[in-house]
């Protein structure tokens, strides 16, 4: 059956640093990957998208990375702020109007000042 | 203005009874979705639908249903509730047409008791 596996353990670093979060998936083959950001009591919230036959993603100071041969995706914010504290769900699903995005459990992210 | 919109945002209800969750979204989108998140903050999808298919998961038991009166809206309808339903429940949207993100509504958090 298909898997997306996230750090179930919360990631505490130190404001400045760099937050590198994780993303493997077995028995899938997704044509778009896809993060999103959760705050407590609220929905997701989508930041970034990226296709199977790209690499790299950036937008500001996120970066993702895909690699369909580890069938892993790296997620970095670069930075990083108290404001980036939230939990961090990756979302597979394949192309067509039947696209379905499939979530991870997410990993939480708590950045100290 | 709000993209997807649920309401209500906090639902108390005793076993047995049937309650609705209605979803609205202002985007023009022809897919909606719910999702449901239990207390391990596990995000997993219920149905898929537009206005061509629904797409159920299988494991929904059917005491749950979705109804769509039109394509701005996906309300979930749910009857006999039992005490495992109590989670946040998420309403989604996307353009089909366009393999981008899903936009999501604030939740439904459902207890019963």
């Known amino acids: 059956s298909q898997k997306i596996e996230q750090n179930s353990e919360a990631l505490n670093i130190q404001e400045g640093k760099t937050a590198t979060l994780t993303c493997n998936y077995t028995?899938?083959?997704?044509?778009?990957l896809q993060w999103y950001r959760q705050d407590p009591g609220r929905g997701p919230v989508f930041l970034l998208l990226?296709?199977?036959?790209?690499k790299e993603k950036r937008k500001e100071r996120l970066k993702v990375t895909f690699d369909t041969t580890l069938k892993q995706s790296l997620f970095h914010i670069t930075a990083s702020q108290p404001a980036d504290s939230a939990t961090y769900l990756c979302?597979?699903?394949?192309?067509?109007?039947?696209?379905?995005?499939?979530f991870g459990r997410g990993t939480s992210l708590i950045v100290h000042p | 203005d709000t993209a997807v919109s649920q309401t209500p945002k906090y639902l108390v209800t005793q076993m047995g009874n049937d309650k609705s969750i209605k979803c609205e979204q202002n985007?023009?989108?022809?897919?909606m979705y719910w999702y449901k998140q239990d207390s391990k903050k596990f995000l997993k999808i219920m149905f898929s639908?537009?206005?061509?298919?629904?797409?159920i998961n299988e494991t929904v038991p059917n005491r749950f249903s979705p109804k769509s009166p039109d394509k701005a809206h996906l309300n979930l309808h749910i009857n006999s509730l039992e005490l495992g339903d109590s989670a946040v429940y998420f309403c989604?949207?996307?353009?089909?047409?366009?393999?981008?993100?899903?936009?999501f509504g604030q939740g439904t958090r459902l207890t019963v008791v």
């Open positions: 989604a949207s996307r353009r089909s047409s366009m393999n981008t993100e899903a936009f």
């Open positions: 028995n899938y083959s997704p044509a778009y």
């Open positions: 990226i296709r199977e036959n790209e």
């Open positions: 979302a597979l699903s394949r192309s067509g109007g039947s696209y379905i995005p499939t």
């Open positions: 985007l023009g989108h022809d897919t």
């Open positions: 639908y537009n206005n061509k298919e629904l797409i």
